[in-house]
Every structure is written in structure tokens, then in C-alpha cells.
């Protein structure tokens, strides 16, 4: 039996609701068999201070703890530097089946910088790409996207077949809340309760990080 696996990456500093939410919607609504989530390396000069990528791999690994099909991947991280994504996808595929179904999942605007992307032409020999859309989104892809999307789109992402080669979109309402607004929030000395899990929110108290004192 072919698996579905779904892979999400992102810097997740720290992850969140709307990470999670989103996640959890695209496994159930595609019968994923597991969605890898991945926090991403970054160059050292854009880690937020007193946040190591450690860090935000064990607050991914505690928000995802029990939550099935939600696994962490922690390859790019064991890495020194970042990662081309087109290269993860090749290491992943390697370990796959053949047939194993692979979707990356990009939210809109990084879906419309793909073509900034180191061989990004390539991605889809790898996998399938879900595009998450907003029902609200009225913006028009790059002219470099649309000879592709014009070949690879479908428009039911359940009617993906085959382990790579398309495009579909999923919509779905985010939930208002970003990384950004959270370490804020933090660094103004107020609450982020409700918006990361339990978990996590014990464990950046536990370390005080993204205060204002660090
Ligand atoms: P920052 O505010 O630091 O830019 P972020 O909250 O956007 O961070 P990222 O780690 O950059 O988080 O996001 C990882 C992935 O999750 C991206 O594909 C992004 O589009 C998606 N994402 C971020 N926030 C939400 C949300 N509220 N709902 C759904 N998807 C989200």
C-alpha cells in the first residue's frame, strides 16, 4: 500500500496554533499518513538570539508529541547550514517507496517565490506540491508559474494520484496568528496562552525565552 506523506517546513520559532491547525486540516482532508513538520536552518545571524535551533526543534517535537499523523523531521536541522529544499526532497524520496505519495506543503507567497528557488524546476520529479490558499486571496501567480501551473494543476487535491508531479490548492481560513506576533507579545512581557500548546508554553517559560531580557 502506497503511503501519503505530507511535509511542512518553516522556521516554527516558535511553532504555533496556526501552524498546527493547518497541519492537522491538510492530514485529515487528504488522509495523510503522516505529516512531517521541519523547522528549517537558518544562517546563525538570523536566529532570534537566545533561541538556538535546538530549541525550536524540541518545542515542534513537544507540540506534535501524541498528535498523529503529526511527526517532526529534524534532518535539516542536523545540518550545519540550510538546506535546499529540492535536496531534502531527494534525500526523502530515497528513503521512500516508489509509489509512497510525497506533498509539499507551501502556504500562497512561498508557492510564488518558488521561482527564486534553487532548481525549483525540479521539485515536482520529487513530489506533489499543495499549495494553501486563503478563500480570501486574490493575488495572481508570477508569469514564470503559469505555463507550470497550467500543465501540473488539478483542482481536487483527493485526485492526486501517483507519487509526484502536481499541483493542487487547499483552502483554508489561518487562524490570525503568527511567530512574529508571538515573540512580541513575549518581549512585551504578556501572555501567549492559547495560541502555542500547553507544552510549549511551559517550556519557553521554563527557558524564558523570546524575553525582552535576554
Ligand atoms: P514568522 O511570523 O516568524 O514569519 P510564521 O508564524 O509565519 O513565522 P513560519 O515558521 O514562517 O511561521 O511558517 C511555517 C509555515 O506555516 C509557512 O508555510 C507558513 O505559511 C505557515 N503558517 C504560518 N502561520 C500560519 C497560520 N496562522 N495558519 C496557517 N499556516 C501558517
Keep these: 500500500m502506497a503511503k501519503r506523506i505530507g511535509l511542512l517546513g518553516g522556521t516554527f520559532d516558535p511553532v504555533h496554533i496556526g501552524h498546527l491547525r493547518s497541519a492537522l486540516e491538510v492530514a485529515d482532508a487528504l488522509a495523510l499518513d503522516e505529516l ?3 523547522p528549517n536552518a537558518r544562517p546563525p545571524h538570523r536566529d532570534t538570539p537566545q533561541v538556538s535551533p535546538q530549541q525550536r526543534l524540541e518545542m515542534v517535537r513537544l507540540a506534535v ?16 547550514k540550510p538546506s535546499y529544499t529540492v535536496d531534502t526532497l531527494e534525500l526523502m524520496r530515497a ?18 517565490g518558488l521561482p527564486s528557488w534553487h532548481r525549483w524546476e525540479e521539485l515536482l520529479q520529487h513530489c506533489h506540491i499543495l499549495v494553501l490558499q486563503r478563500p480570501d486571496a486574490d493575488s495572481e501567480p508570477p508569469d514564470a508559474l503559469r505555463n507550470l501551473l497550467a500543465a501540473r494543476s488539478v483542482s481536487d487535491p483527493l485526485a492526486l494520484t501517483g507519487p509526484n508531479g502536481n499541483i493542487a490548492f487547499v483552502w483554508q481560513t489561518p487562524l490570525a496568528v503568527s511567530a512574529t506576533q508571538i515573540r512580541q507579545l513575549l518581549a512585551s512581557g504578556k501572555s501567549v ?4 500548546p500547553d507544552a510549549v508554553l511551559a517550556y519557553i517559560d521554563a527557558h524564558g525565552l523570546y524575553r525582552a531580557s535576554n
Excluded: H, N, S, Y
Aim: proline share 2%; with cysteine.
Design 95 to 112: 528513503e521512500l517507496a516508489a509509489d509512497d505519495q510525497l506533498f509539499l506543503l507551501l502556504g500562497w507567497d512561498a508557492f510564488c
Design 36 to 38: 512531517r513538520v521541519m
Design 65 to 80: 508529541d501524541g498528535i498523529t499523523p503529526l511527526v517532526v523531521d529534524d534532518r535539516e536541522l542536523k545540518r550545519d
Design 193 to 196: 496562552r492559547f495560541l502555542v
